[in-house]
């Protein structure tokens, strides 16, 4: 007999954020929430991608637990390797990374991996267990008794994660195997919830029947308290007859675009990057040669000296016009005004000034007179 869930999945920005970084994934076989953090175009990446690189395999996802575990670190492990490129490209990244929750059921077992302060709770004949410990700096203050879960809900330092897939440091993933029963409910949240609804508040909604009404309770619930964060809920309801709806995701991944996420087709898409990347480092290296060029030539009436070269690709003019003399090209004797008009180059701006000195030298027509 396997067993699996049916599934309902909701995300909402909140009252005051303007994005969201939270992420959820729901199957009938896996439960995942992840919230990610980083600021915009950051925090939304990663957590899109660790949640993207399981969604990516799941038709791979394997039904026993040892199975379970490696196939999950080897994922999560992607989803790092992926947040650990982009710092490495852009070190004003560091700090962008993700929390993650996964539930999977298998044959023998629900396999949980938790890394953060997402949450997972389980709700059995009535009574509701938080089964995560949140790796966060008030946490570790709560386990030491240096404050309680009550205060620690309005600690200031509240957000300050221990652990993350933050792309620098190895993950550390919290992987427990616990029993799966027909009928109890899991429901994984971001921190948007749990640090905003007390447990009491969380059981009380869990308890009603319908799943898609809870999760919309849930919602309207963070919402009515302030939401200052974003929030996300993915429900499973334990039974032998699973959603067989495709996956599908909710949050940022659901309409965050990353690119590739296994190695394999980040390579593909290394390929195609240097093919965007050449021509412009090429572009790049011309312009600034250009930008060493110096010739002295014609804007149509006064000799000009420009920067660059007095040619043009297709429709670039590949020189400027720096300083234009009042020395006009028909004053010119016609070798000097046929130098002039082909571009004579020379080494620097103050060589162009010694050149127009000496054109104006040869000068014998009209305009002459003025120089
Ligand atoms: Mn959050």
Redesign the pocket.
């Known amino acids: 007999m396997s067993l699996g869930f049916r599934v309902v999945a909701s995300s909402h920005v909140g009252l005051v954020r303007t994005g969201n970084e939270?992420a959820g994934l729901a199957s009938s076989r896996l439960l995942a929430v992840a919230?990610g953090m980083g600021g915009h175009a950051a925090g939304e990446v990663a957590s899109a991608a660790v949640i993207q690189s399981l969604v990516d395999s799941l038709a791979d996802l394997p039904t026993n637990v040892g199975d379970i575990k490696d196939w999950l670190l080897e994922h999560i492990n992607e989803a790092h390797g992926f947040v650990g490129d982009l710092i490495a490209a852009d070190p004003d990244r560091r700090g962008m990374g993700t929390t993650l929750t996964v539930a999977v059921a298998s044959d023998d077992g629900l396999v949980v991996g938790h890394i953060g302060d997402s949450r997972i709770y389980r709700l059995r004949d009535g009574e509701l267990e938080q089964l995560s410990t949140d790796h966060t700096y008030v946490e570790m203050l709560v386990e030491s008794g240096e404050i309680t879960a009550e205060q620690a809900l309005h600690h200031p330092r509240r957000n300050l994660l221990l652990r993350a897939i933050d792309g620098i440091h190895a993950v550390e993933l919290d992987l427990h195997v616990l029993d799966l029963r027909i009928g109890d409910r899991y429901l994984l949240c971001?921190?948007?919830l749990s640090g905003l609804l007390a447990a009491e508040v969380i059981r009380d909604v869990l308890g009603n029947a319908d799943p898609t009404l809870v999760a919309n309770q849930l919602i309207d619930y963070t919402l009515a308290g302030g939401a200052a964060?974003?929030v996300t809920v993915v429900i499973g309801d334990v039974t032998e007859h699973p959603t067989d709806t495709a996956p599908f995701m909710v949050g940022c991944a659901a309409t965050e675009k990353v690119a590739a996420v296994s190695p394999a087709a980040r390579r593909k898409w290394y390929r195609w990057l240097w093919l965007l990347l050449l021509p412009i480092a090429g572009f790049l290296g011309f312009n600034s040669w250009l930008h060493t060029q110096w010739f002295v030539g014609s804007n149509g009436v006064f000799v000009t000296v420009y920067q660059g070269v007095p040619q043009s690709l297709g429709p670039f003019n590949l020189a400027n016009a720096v300083e234009t003399s009042a020395l006009p090209v028909s004053s010119l004797d016609s070798i000097s005004k046929a130098g002039v008009e082909r571009g004579i180059a020379v080494e620097s701006l103050a060589a162009a000034r010694e050149t127009i000195l000496q054109l104006r030298m040869t000068c014998a027509g009209p305009g002459c007179a003025t120089q």
Do not use: A, Q, T
Request: hydrophobic share 0%; no cysteine; proline share 0%.
């Open positions: 939270d919230d971001s921190d948007g964060d974003n």
